[in-house]
Structure formats: structure tokens, C-alpha cells
């Protein structure tokens, strides 16, 4: 047990160190273009399955499958933001292509990810 507590301790000293260097290159200019762009092509991505998706829910049989689909829509979501996010930053700013900037995407993703599954089955529990 405590080795697999001394691997997440050092992951998560990695993952800040990563954080603070990659806070220390980029600026705000770059930081708000690789916000929106990651918002406007994740947005873009999705928008074609959760439109289909809402259509589908005039079955009222396939409600709770679709609840499922939405959430899992989701988490794709925030899966394809971060990588997207990160791409344009490594674009905007030239001197993180020596950084592992996936450290940050995976971790910041996952957890996001996390969430909005934890709050997808808390409203689908609600409302089936």
C-alpha cells in the first residue's frame, strides 16, 4: 500500500512541476486563444452526436440509454477539449514542444471526466 501511495505522490509532484513550467512559458494572449479554439473544435466535434441523441429521445422507450449516451458525450467532451487545448498551446507557444504536456492533459481530463460523471448519474438517478 505504500508503494502505490509513494507512485501517486510522485505522479502528482511531476504533474505540479509540469503545471508551474508550463504556467511560467505561456501567456494570457496565447492561453485565451487555446481556450477558445479548444471550446469552438471540441463544440464542433460533438455537436452532430448530441444532436442526434436529443432527436432520439421522441422514443420513450430509449430514454435512459440516451441519459447514458448524453453523459458518456460528455466525458468525451472533456477528453477532446484538453487534447485539443494543449495542441493549440504547443502551437502558440514554441518552446513547450520540449515538455510532456500529456501529463497535464491526461490528469486534468480525467478528472474533469470524473465529475461530469459523477454528476451525469446523480441527475440520471434522479430522474429514472
Known sequence: MRRVLDTIRTFFKRYLTLNRRVNAIVGF???IKSVFGAFGVSFFILLIPVLFTINLFIYSD??????????????????????????LLANYEKSLDGL?????????????????????????????
Open 29 to 31: 494572449k496565447s492561453v
Open 62 to 87: 430509449l430514454h435512459l440509454m440516451l441519459s447514458i449516451t448524453l453523459v458518456l458525450l460528455a466525458v468525451s467532451w472533456s477528453l477532446i477539449y484538453y487534447a485539443v487545448y494543449y495542441r
Open 100 to 128: 510532456n504536456t500529456r501529463i497535464l492533459q491526461w490528469t486534468e481530463s480525467i478528472l474533469i471526466a470524473l465529475l461530469l460523471t459523477i454528476i451525469g448519474m446523480i441527475v440520471i438517478v434522479t430522474l429514472f
